[in-house]
């Protein structure tokens, strides 16, 4: 007979969450996108009324592209997803963590992103787990699971 040693509870057994899946990411980045065309849609729209108030439309597209370039690294070191990732249920995390990738790393990967294009995308094809050359480079894989709130605190 065996005696059960209540001071070292026995691990909780959880499935692993699945790998994200190539059509979703491309969804996701899709979404994200579209809110930046909105943006700089509202913004070009907000310009045309501004047409002769040049220090005000330098500081204005200055913002937008302060927004566009912060937009993906701020979300996802906070939160672990863009609102493209959670309105699909996609996140990013920590290979080593399981958390949200310390800021230095999100910022990293969304520059990767940015510069390597589709071919960063060839590698999730022949990657055991698929993780494009962004995550690899920066040690982050992107899941599938629960959703994620888009506003609040999220909990887990």
Do not use: C
């Not at 597209?61 to 906070?78: D, H, I, M, Q, T």
């Amino acid at each position: 007979m065996t005696s059960v040693d209540a001071t070292h509870p026995a691990p909780l057994l959880t499935a692993p969450r699945a790998h994200a899946r190539f059509a979703r990411r491309i969804q996701a980045a899709a979404i994200d996108v579209l809110i930046h065309g909105t943006t700089l849609i509202a913004l070009m729209s907000v310009l045309d009324l501004l047409r002769g108030h040049r220090p005000v439309i330098g500081a204005a597209f200055a913002g937008w592209l302060g927004f566009a370039f912060l937009y993906e690294p701020l979300l996802v070191s906070r939160r672990g997803a863009t609102v493209g990732h959670a309105l699909l249920n996609l996140r990013v995390v920590d290979a080593e963590t399981g958390g949200p990738p310390e800021p230095i790393r999100a910022f990293a990967r969304f520059w990767l992103k940015a510069t390597s294009g589709l071919v960063a995308l060839v590698l999730m094809a022949v990657t055991r787990q698929p993780q494009a050359l962004h995550d690899l480079a920066v040690g982050t894989r992107m899941e599938e699971g629960a959703p994620i709130a888009l506003i609040g605190r999220e909990h887990g």
